[in-house]
């Protein structure tokens, strides 16, 4: 059953300005549905602001200590703790330290197992919603805890870069399990878009590889194991289970938080005399090059999240559209990248600038091996009846020059 359509707009800040403003609507049978807008935006207007359903930090991401809030995955490192980790220098001074946002006085940690949040709203917020199923006591350290040897086997079959994670449906069903109104929180998860069964295998294969069988079997013997529930049967099936693997694995938005970053965006909103400027920027451009020489693409704080609305946004090669987490946390914006009119779609890119440049063969190959469908959008109906002049060997030497990476495109705060 789907979500009715006013649950779509449940999760966002201002229910019913968004309401007012967007609406979904059933494209086809190939499209499903898409977001129209109601009225007209100007390019750099905020369309809506979203909380996801659930969302949860990538388990690499947050071994190799990336420390964020384990509701709302705001940094908690302080912008200079987090230049000092990533460039190895541990002497690191940052100018201007207080344009760090990081207010470390406020960070609480659950009484029990000691998860770390940004907040007592935080730590509140997940213990109301799902922490009471997960919380793992005095047993967070012990690997044979059954939530424990479930991150394990799935850190052992998804390495990074990473691009979801299971704890995001460790979440789902405590969520469900937590709920007064289980009802409608099955409703809203039934919203997001399901596979026919060959897709949910091909999902299953891109996260995990050439063993994937296998090593879904065993995830879903050790999820059932943490976490089954009678209410929630049917996701416990090898088949629901695949189904809901694939569920995650498609809707999953990938969500990036950054001390550092938002440090430097507030460092360019300075107003300094020329030469402190360029002293300045001197220093950050420094520290990135540092940073790369340590870290080299792994700066930011990374998880993925269910967005309710944001999801029914469809692809284009030619967004008008695009996703970004500003506030340093799950607070997920989307924002006009051109003037949209009243009734035009609001479309998205799943993939980032580098590869939206590259042919339509291209372009299209990158959709199918991790989107699994073909793009139809204005660009690419237009290039199919020009000569596309990129060769497949072409396209391999792009690969080899603009990288592979193909999660879904996350703008650092």
Known sequence: MAAPLDDMFSRCVDPGKTGNCVEVRFIDNVKGKGLFAKKPFKKGDTIFIEHPLVCAQFLWNALYKYKACDYCLRALETAEENARRLSSLPGLS?????????????????????????????RQAAWEQYHQVLCLGPSCDDPD????????????????????????????????????????????????CSRAANEQEEIAHKLLGE?????????????????YNDH????????????????????????????????????????????????????IDQLYKDIDKETGDFLNCEGSGLYLLQSSCNHS??????????????????????????????????????????????????????????????????QMDDADVTSEDEDEVEGETEGDDMEDEMTDV
């Open 232 to 283: 929630l049967s049917q996701w416990f099936t090898p088949e629901g289970f695949r189904s809901l693997f694939a569920l995650v694995g498609t809707n999953g938005q990938g969500i990036g938080t950054s001390s550092l970053s938002q440090w430097v965006h507030a460092c360019d909103a300075l107003e300094l005399p020329r030469q402190q400027r360029e002293q300045l920027d001197a220093f």
């Open 94 to 122: 940052l100018p201007h330290p207080e344009l760090c946002k990081v207010r470390s006085e406020l960070h609480q940690a659950c009484p029990h197992c000691q998860v770390m949040y940004c907040s007592s709203e935080c």
């Open 317 to 382: 090669c030619v967004p008008n559209a695009e996703a970004s987490f500003p506030d340093n946390n799950f607070l997920l914006h989307l924002s006009a990248l051109s003037d949209i009119s009243p009734g035009e779609e609001i479309c998205i890119s799943y993939l980032d600038c580098c590869q939206r440049d590259r042919s339509r063969h291209s372009r299209h190959k990158i959709l199918r091996e991790n989107y699994l469908f073909v793009c139809s959008c204005q660009k690419c109906m237009s």
């Open 211 to 227: 063993k994937f069988q296998g090593q879904l079997a065993l995830l879903r013997n050790l999820f059932t194991t943490a976490l």
């Open 145 to 192: 805890h059954p939530i424990n040897k479930l991150k394990d086997a799935w850190r052992s079959a998804h390495y990074p870069p990473e691009t979801s994670s299971i704890m995001l449906m460790a979440r789902m069903v405590a969520t469900v399990k937590q709920a007064q109104d289980k009802g409608r929180w099955q409703r809203l998860f039934s919203h997001f």
